[in-house]
Structure formats: C-alpha cells, structure tokens
C-alpha cells in the first residue's frame, strides 16, 4: 500500500475487520508509512463527513464523534470561526480534525508504547504506531453521528488498546486484558467528566 489507493485502503479495511488478529500479524512486518497512509484515509473521510453533519446540525460531542480531534474542532468551529467566517469555517474545521488528528496520533502512540513495554511487551515504537493507525479503521463506520460514533470509538479502542497492541508486543494475554479493562474504565470517566470521545 506505497500508494493512495481506494481499492488498497478498502482491501486493508476489510482484513482489519474480518480478523484483526491476522491482521496485526501481518503487519509485523510492515514500514511506517503504510499505516500511516491507512489513518489518513480514515482521518481524511471523517474530516470531510464531520463539517457536513455539523453543517446540518448535528453537533461534535462524545456521543457523536470517533475522535477526539473532531470534537476540539467543533469547539473552534462554533466559539470563534463561525463568527469570523461564516459559512467558510467549515472548510477551516476539516483542516482542524486534520491537524488536531496527527498531534493526538503521535501523543497516544507515545502512551500506549510506554505502557506496553511496563507490561513486559516486546518491541518498539513502531509497534504502537501501527496499533494506533490501524486501529482507527472502525472509526470511518459512522465515526461522525450520534450514538453509531459511540460504537465505532469502543470498536476502535479494542483495536488500538488491546487486539493491536497484545499482538504487535506478544504482551501476556491477562496483563493485556487488564490493562484493557483500566483504560476503557478510564475512558468512561473522562467522557462523562469532561465530554470527550473514548476514541482517539
């Protein structure tokens, strides 16, 4: 997948949900950048799908939205962008998830990396870096409308947290599913505390 190609990103896709374990097997062996072009293709739709449902009144929060990222940009969006530039600030709020999107990306790599080596997992960084962008696939079924996104996020967190990472660091299955159970409790408390999406 050196290139951006749809018919690639859906045959990834595909695999990733079908079976995420052979998946994450698989992509032992894989460079950077093809996961990387995997996540832009997810981060991409949903930053062009995310200003249109915005657009048509349905708002950016935890129960709506898959990433962080579209969140924080709707926040921008509707205290300062709407207006300054009225109708344009939508074009603004895709670039926002965009950019918001690979600064998360990068810090949440560093985390899950971190705490997979505590847990005796093996290997580097780029372990956690494919977790985390292959990861985000179920976030492009419906990653942007009420409820649907709250499936896709819990969907995406097992991915990135648990299948991905448990694979990629061949980490002790009780310490992974532990480790599980404390973030996605984690997850819950910061969603409802301070309205945030559980997923990336």
Known sequence: MSKFSPS??????????????????????????TALIFFSWVTIILSIATPIVNYYGIESTDFSSAYQAQIMAYRILKSFLIQEYGVYAYPIESLLILGLACIILILSTIFLHLIYRLIGGKGSFLNAWKAMCYGAGPCIFGGFLPYVSLFA??????????????????????????????????????MFVIGTTVGL
């Open 153 to 190: 996020a819990f969907y995406s967190l097992m991915f990135q947290m648990y299948i991905g990472p448990k694979v990629l660091y061949e980490a002790k299955e009780s310490r992974a599913i532990i480790l599980l159970a404390i973030i996605v409790a984690l997850a819950f408390i910061k």
């Open 8 to 33: 690639e990103f859906i045959k990834k896709l595909k695999n990733l949900m079908l079976d995420p374990g052979k998946f994450f097997e698989e992509a032992k062996g894989e460079n950077w950048k």
